[in-house]
C-alpha cells in the first residue's frame, strides 16, 4: 500500500541533492498531478521554487482565478496569459497528435522563455506512470512527456525536468495530495489534460466550438459532481454523419457513423477510429452487448443518442468513467433520466448543438479522452 510520508522522505533527498540552492519554476496546470508535484517541490525547497500557470485559452471556465482562490494559503501561484497566442496558433488544425504536438512546443517554449527571465535552470512538472506508458505505447502523445521519448530539454528549452510523480498512479497521486494538505477540490479534482479543452474539441479547433465546450464542460462537472464518478466531462464534434449499413444489419439498430474520428486503444497500441451513435435503448447489457459487436469494426468509441433536433451542427458527448489507475476502464450506468435532464441544459446553450449523446465504450477499445 502506498505511503505518502515514506514517498516523500524517499524523494526529499533525491531532490534537495539534484537542485542544491538553485531557483525551479513549476508548471501548474489546475490538475491534481501537476498541483500536488508543485505543492510537494514547494514543501522542500520554499522561496527556490516559483509556480506559474499558462492561461492557455484552454482552460475550464474561470479557471486561473478558481486554482490561484484554492491554493492562495499553500503558495505563491503567478498567472501568465498567452491566451491569445496559443488559440491563434492551434486555429484550424483538426488532427489529434498533431494538436498536442503542437500544444507541447508552444507550452514549452514559453515555459522556456519565463525559466531564461528567471535564470531558472529546472522545470517540475506533474507527469504520472500513465502518461508515459501511454505515450511510450504509442496510443497517444501526453504533453508533458519528454525525456521518456528522448526529448533533450536541456538542449531544446534550456531546462532540465524534474518529475517528482513519474512511478505514481492517479489514486496514489490523490493521497499524497490528501497528505500534503491540498483542498478537496484540488485532490479530488477531475483530472483534466494539459492541453485542456484543445483535445475536448474533437477535429478542427474553432473558436465557436471552443467557447461552446467550455460551457457546456461547466454544466457536465457540475451535474455529475459527487456522484462517484472517476472521471466525467464533454466533448464537442462536428454532426455531419451516415448510416452504415453494415454494422446496422449486424446489431439490429440503426448505427450512425460520423465524419470525426477519436483515439482508441485496441491491441495495447493506438487506434485512430470512427465515432459512431446509436438510438436510447433503456437497457445498459443489451447496449454493451451492441458495443462490442460494432467496435470490432473500425470504431473507437460510441455515443447512444440522449436527445436530438433537426438542425444544429454539432454534437456534444458526455463521457463518465469508472477505474482504479486509468489504464482500463468502464463507462458509468447513469440513470437516464438524470442523462436526460442533462442534455436539455446543454440543448439551451446554443442553437448549433444538433445532439447529445452518451459514451457507452469501455476502456480499452476506447481511451477515456477522445484525442
Known amino acids: 500500500m502506498f505511503n505518502p510520508e515514506s514517498f516523500i522522505e524517499e524523494v526529499k533527498p533525491q531532490i534537495l541533492k539534484e537542485v542544491r540552492e538553485e531557483k525551479i519554476l513549476a508548471a501548474i496546470s489546475g490538475g491534481v498531478d501537476s498541483t500536488t508535484a508543485a505543492v510537494l517541490m514547494y514543501k522542500i525547497l520554499g522561496k527556490q521554487l516559483l509556480p506559474i500557470m499558462i492561461d492557455t485559452g484552454f482552460l475550464r471556465k474561470d479557471e486561473a482565478r478558481k486554482v490561484k482562490d484554492m491554493l492562495k494559503d499553500i503558495l505563491p501561484l503567478q498567472i ?18 498533431e494538436k498536442r504536438k503542437k500544444f507541447r512546443d508552444l507550452f514549452y517554449s514559453t515555459l522556456s522563455a519565463i525559466a531564461k527571465e528567471h535564470g531558472i535552470r529546472y522545470l517540475v512538472q506533474g507527469t504520472i506512470a500513465a502518461d508515459w506508458v501511454e505515450t511510450q505505447g504509442g496510443i497517444k502523445t501526453q504533453h508533458n512527456v519528454l525525456v521518456q521519448l528522448g526529448i533533450d530539454t ?10 517528482p510523480l513519474a512511478d505514481l498512479y492517479k489514486d496514489e497521486v490523490r493521497a499524497l495530495a490528501r497528505y500534503l494538505g491540498l483542498p478537496k477540490e484540488i485532490s ?9 479543452l484543445l483535445i475536448r ?8 466550438k471552443l467557447e461552446i465546450e467550455r460551457e457546456v ?16 466531462f464533454s466533448v464537442i464534434i462536428d454532426s455531419q454523419k ?8 449486424e446489431v439490429n439498430v440503426p448505427v450512425y457513423v460520423y465524419n470525426t474520428r477519436a483515439t482508441g486503444v485496441k491491441g495495447d497500441v493506438r487506434s485512430y477510429g470512427k465515432i459512431a451513435s446509436i438510438p436510447l435503448i433503456n437497457d445498459y447489457e443489451k447496449v454493451r ?8 469494426y473500425d470504431v473507437t468509441h460510441v455515443g447512444m443518442i440522449i436527445n436530438d433536433r433537426k438542425d444544429g451542427k454539432y454534437s456534444i458527448g458526455i463521457r463518465a468513467v469508472l477505474t482504479q489507475d486509468f489504464m482500463t476502464a468502464d463507462f458509468a450506468k447513469i440513470e437516464l433520466s438524470k442523462l436526460q435532464t442533462i442534455a436539455e441544459k446543454i ?10 449523446f452518451y459514451d457507452v465504450t469501455s476502456k480499452p477499445p476506447a481511451t477515456i479522452e477522445y484525442e
Open 242 to 249: 451516415s448510416l452504415d449499413d453494415l454494422i446496422s444489419s
Open 188 to 196: 479530488e479534482r477531475q483530472p483534466f489534460p494539459g492541453p485542456g
Open 217 to 232: 464542460n461547466d454544466i457536465i462537472e457540475s451535474e455529475l459532481k459527487n456522484m462517484g464518478y472517476s472521471q466525467y
Open 154 to 163: 536541456e538542449k531544446t528549452w534550456g531546462f532540465k525536468v524534474i518529475e
Open 80 to 97: 501568465v496569459d498567452k491566451s491569445e497566442e496559443f488559440i491563434s496558433a492551434l486555429e484550424g488544425i483538426s488532427d489529434a497528435e
Open 347 to 356: 440543448m439551451r446553450i446554443n442553437k448549433e448543438i444538433k445532439e447529445v
Open 289 to 296: 452487448e451492441i458495443v462490442q459487436k460494432i467496435t470490432k
Open 201 to 208: 474539441v474533437v477535429g478542427k479547433l474553432t473558436r465557436e
